[in-house]
């Protein structure tokens, strides 16, 4: 199994499992804008019709969990994965399961964040999104070209 996860402004995952996705941003994005966590979990064909469990956790930049305003509780996804394996799929065959969570109201300070993917109890670096939110700009404060 591997998991990839990137940030856009907005992503949705259309009932055939087509992803859209809006405005990538390389490393960083403004304080209060809304932004999407864009996650593809690859399925190897021995891993098909096994339940297998997604935990997405956010971490701030001195590597602890970043905190919910409302409960003080970590912020956190977690979801359950399972692809069945269609009759006919030729062994090796690597399925491919798009997820959108459009993020709204985290209400984040400007800093270095984290975004962490483990499966069950596998953890690797490169599933992992790390990203700034930055101040937005100040009035009169753009380079004219």
């Not at 809304?34 to 590597?63: C, I, K, M």
Request: glycine residues 8%.
């Amino acid at each position: 199994m591997r998991v990839v996860t990137f940030l856009a402004q907005f992503a949705i995952v259309q009932p055939n499992n087509l992803l859209t996705i809006v405005n990538v941003p390389i490393d960083s994005q403004v304080v209060g804008l809304p932004h999407s966590l864009v996650v593809l979990v690859y399925v190897d064909w021995l891993e098909t019709n096994v339940r297998h469990l997604l935990r997405l956790a956010l971490f701030d930049g001195q590597g602890e969990p970043v905190l919910s305003t409302i409960d003080q509780h970590p912020i956190h996804v977690e979801m359950p994965v399972e692809v069945g394996r269609p009759a006919g799929v030729p062994r090796g065959m690597t399925f491919k399961i798009p997820l959108a969570l459009n993020l709204t109201g985290l209400n984040l300070p400007a800093g270095m964040y984290e975004w962490r993917a483990t499966v069950g109890q596998e953890q690797h670096a490169d599933w992992n999104t790390v990203f700034m939110l930055v101040p937005p700009p100040t009035p009169g404060g753009q380079v004219s070209s």
